[in-house]
Each structure stands twice: as structure tokens, then as C-alpha cells.
T-cell receptor, first 113, second 112 residues
């Protein structure tokens, strides 16, 4: 069966520090991968998506970046965090765009102080 | 721009009562998805509706899709406290790697 893991689950970072969130999918190959952010009490905002290794598309201009170094690995990064980067970050995957739903990881809660 | 609108955004209901959450969307998509989110947790898939007229039921929840009206409903029957959560509907965003575009969510609180 397919599984998706995100880490770390929780982190508190000072403004200006770097960030790295990692997501790994198991049990499938060549999935579409996504990073969403959910600000406190708000809906989900698509940040990045990837349809293959090294292929990253950004939906929102910001100080975040994403990379896909391996087929089932998706990384969200920042060189210098802002207060506005605080939120709940969710990685998701999808294997059949025609009729399958997105499956989400457990999420990473980031607080920037 | 694709829009997905849910209403109500907040709902407080008594146990045992029935209620419906509405999801309107602006594309011609024939697929719609419902998710549940418990406080502090990730999203869990509830229903995948793949065609016009699709109806799916799981316990006290029933979801339906009318693609001609661009409307989906999530009906709650005889609510219980365990149903308290935030419910999201979503449609395919075909120009973003088949991501999902989510509504703002409906926060449901079921009280005794």
C-alpha cells in the first residue's frame, strides 16, 4: 500500500533562519507531488507542484522554494524565513490524475518567531 | 479563475439534527472531492464523486454531485459529536498538475 511521510512534524524557527521540510512517498512510482500551506483558521493554498523529477512549478511568488531530487521525494525550503511563513504545511501525492484523490501527509506545523 | 465556495463556513448544530453543507464551483469539472480535517490534523479523504448524479454515503454522511448546477452537497443525518470537524470540498485544477482547488472549509460543531 502507498504511504506518505512528512517531517519534521513541528518546528519553531526564528525570523531569518533557513527551512527544510521533507516529504517521501512509498508504494507508488512517478506520482504528482504537491505542497500546500494552511494558515491558521484558513483554507489551503497550493504552493508548488511537481509532475516529475526535477520539475517544479510555483503557484505563489514568495521566499520559499521546492525541489524533487528523487521520484518520491519532495522538499520545501527557504533561505530566510519570514513571520508570514508560519502555518501548517501539507505534502500530498496523486498517482492517477484522471480519477484519484489527493492523499495528504501528516503535515508540518511551522511557527516563525 | 477557478472558484470553490462553501456555505456555511461555520455551523453549530445539536446532536440528532440534520443539516446540509453546500459547495458551488465555477468550472465544468465532473469530479468533486470531500475531505475532513480534525483540529491540528491533516486532511482525510471522505468521498470522491466522479460523475454527474453521483451519490456516496458513509455512515451519517452522504455526498452528491450535480455537475450541471456545479453544486455538491454534504448531508449530515442525525449528527453526533464525533462528526465535529472541518469539511472541505475540492475540484480539479487541471492547469496546476492536477492539484485540487479547495473551498475555505465548513467548521462543524455538534453539541449535546
Amino acid at each position: 500500500s502507498q504511504t506518505i511521510h512528512q517531517w519534521p512534524a513541528t518546528l519553531v524557527q526564528p525570523v531569518g533562519s533557513p527551512l527544510s521540510l521533507e516529504c517521501t512517498v512509498e508504494g507508488t512510482s512517478n506520482p504528482n507531488l504537491y505542497w500546500y500551506r494552511q494558515a491558521a483558521g484558513r483554507g489551503l493554498q497550493l504552493l508548488f507542484y511537481s509532475v516529475g523529477i526535477g520539475q517544479i512549478s510555483s503557484e505563489v511568488p514568495q521566499n520559499l522554494s521546492a525541489s524533487r531530487p528523487q521520484d518520491r521525494q519532495f522538499i520545501l525550503s527557504s533561505k530566510k524565513l519570514l513571520l508570514s511563513d508560519s502555518g501548517f504545511y501539507l505534502c500530498a501525492w496523486r498517482s492517477r490524475p484522471q480519477d484519484g484523490e489527493l492523499f495528504f501527509g501528516e503535515g508540518s506545523r511551522l511557527t516563525v518567531l | 479563475e477557478l472558484k470553490v465556495e462553501q456555505n456555511p463556513l461555520f455551523l453549530s448544530m445539536q446532536e440528532g439534527k440534520n443539516y446540509t453543507i453546500y459547495c458551488n464551483y465555477s468550472t465544468t469539472s465532473d469530479r468533486l472531492y470531500w475531505y475532513r480535517q480534525d483540529p491540528g490534523k491533516s486532511l482525510e479523504s471522505l468521498f470522491v464523486l466522479l460523475s454527474n448524479g453521483a451519490v456516496k454515503q458513509e455512515g451519517r454522511l452522504m455526498a452528491s454531485l450535480d455537475t450541471k448546477a456545479r453544486l455538491s452537497t454534504l448531508h449530515i443525518t442525525a449528527a453526533v459529536h464525533d462528526l465535529s470537524a472541518t469539511y472541505f470540498c475540492a475540484v480539479d485544477e487541471t492547469y496546476s498538475g492536477y492539484a485540487l482547488n479547495f473551498g475555505k472549509g465548513t467548521s462543524l460543531l455538534v453539541t449535546p
